[in-house]
């Protein structure tokens, strides 16, 4: 059975406490592909490259625009 605290903590015990438990910067590293700021050891999430692989292809605004024209003009026909 957990037991119950006998007494109780004054507030600026907890503020102590509690001052501890912050939140930390993440870590960041520039991607060797685009130049951007990106957690390490993870694929970059706007070229899609990790290592200098490309691991995931990352469409651009260009691309994405020919596919929504090719894709309207097939169902206009």
Do not use: D, W
């Not at 706007?46 to 605004?61: L, N, P, R």
């Not at 994405?64 to 097939?74: D, N």
Request: net charge positive; aromatic share 4%.
């Amino acid at each position: 059975m957990p037991q119950e605290p006998k007494k109780r903590h004054s507030r600026q015990r907890q503020g102590k406490r509690r001052a501890a438990i912050r939140l930390s910067v993440t870590a960041s590293v520039k991607c060797p592909n685009c130049g951007k700021a990106v957690v390490p050891h993870t694929v970059c999430k706007y070229c899609g490259f990790y290592k200098g692989i490309e691991v995931v292809h990352i469409e651009t605004k260009e691309e994405r625009e020919k596919k929504r024209v090719a894709k309207s003009e097939q169902e206009s026909k």
